[in-house]
């Protein structure tokens, strides 16, 4: 159901065509005699045809743009930035982190892919797929180009957009460096894909170097997020929505569950990796991204685990593995502490 959405303050809702969730979300805000450009989505031929079409039915002249705000470095955010640079002369704004990110993974040597890679070796993934993803990375450069020259924005910054300021949060999580937008006069909130309406984000880990412990990231993020008043909160995927603060508690208790899961698959003895773990919580997905954020939220939370010291670890043939460490004082059911 891609299309678009007026919301209240003239603020667009564009929802960008990608198949699996259904749709991606950028948002166009009414800035002075320009607009301002929140994730632009990413570059494919479909994605370009659709701005191209819908652009003109909002009234968005693209050389008019005068900022282009992005919240994390996943390409299906971030991607077009550079593109709608190029049209707009606009400063593209996303955190230090995950410019870092972007410059490891799309620029100059690409140090971070084999990074990645060797941490889903070590972890279990079969051979066979970690040659897969190799493939799949290299072949889908092509959606984050052309690359856009970055402006470092980050916690504590603000911006202006029109008669209003955007205060800059620093809510990691779901990814390293994830920045949200929040407007004290609109009570709205821009916050990528840290808080969904109906779906417990995934909370990938890619590399100590930018987090060593998402989870917990993830859950410092919704305690910071909790006192903020939101009468309507824009995510990256699925429908704005108010309940805000409900919300947040939902996910702790959706975090909970998954966690729960995860680690019950550690407990009998048997040393298991990442890979074997999560083969036995998630569903089958048929993509293969979708097997990577589920991997790697499994990794996430193993590491979780192991940061309250209720798991042991081992290497075996070069693959670590993992097994619950039952101590007297179980603190299983302590996650939140
Ligand atoms: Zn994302």
Not at 208 to 230: G, M
Not at 284 to 307: D, G, N
């Amino acid at each position: 159901m891609s299309d678009y959405t007026l919301h209240s303050h003239g603020i667009y809702q564009i929802r960008l065509p990608m198949g699996n969730p259904p749709w991606m979300n950028s948002y166009v805000l009414p800035d002075g005699d320009g607009f301002t450009l929140i994730d632009p989505g990413f570059n494919t031929e479909e994605i370009v045809a659709f701005w191209q079409e819908t652009g003109p039915r909002i009234g968005l002249d693209f050389g008019k743009i005068r900022q282009i705000l992005v919240t994390h470095h996943h390409p299906d955010h971030y991607g077009l930035a550079g593109w709608f640079q190029q049209q707009s002369g606009a400063p593209v704004y996303i955190s230090t982190v995950a410019k870092r990110q972007i410059e490891g993974i799309w620029g100059e040597g690409r140090r971070l892919v084999p990074l990645f890679l060797d941490t889903y070796y070590r972890n279990g993934l079969p051979q066979l797929l970690v040659e897969q993803l190799r493939e799949q990375w290299d072949s889908s450069i092509s959606r984050v180009l052309p690359k856009p020259s970055l402006t470092v924005l980050d916690e504590g910054g603000k911006v202006r957009v029109g008669d209003i300021e955007l205060e800059v949060l620093g809510i990691p999580g779901h990814a390293a460096g994830h920045n949200a937008f929040y407007s004290r006069e609109w009570q709205a909130i821009f916050v990528g894909d840290q808080v969904m309406p109906d779906s417990l984000p995934d909370t990938c880990y890619v590399s100590d170097e930018f987090d060593t412990n998402p989870i917990r990231s993830f859950l410092d993020s919704l305690d910071k997020l909790q006192p903020y008043a939101v009468q309507l909160a824009f995510p990256g995927h699925h429908q704005p929505f108010s309940h805000f603060a409900e919300r947040l508690e939902k996910l702790r208790q959706l975090n909970a569950e998954r966690q729960r899961k995860v680690e019950a698959q550690l407990i009998g003895g048997e040393w298991k990796s990442a890979y074997e773990a999560y083969y036995d919580v998630f569903e089958p997905v048929p993509s293969l991204v979708q097997k990577r954020f589920h991997f790697t939220e499994t990794i996430s939370r193993i590491r979780y685990a192991l940061s309250r010291g209720i798991i042991e670890q081992t290497v075996q043939e070069g693959v670590l593995k993992y097994r619950y460490a039952a101590t007297e004082g179980d603190t299983r059911n302590d996650e939140q502490t």
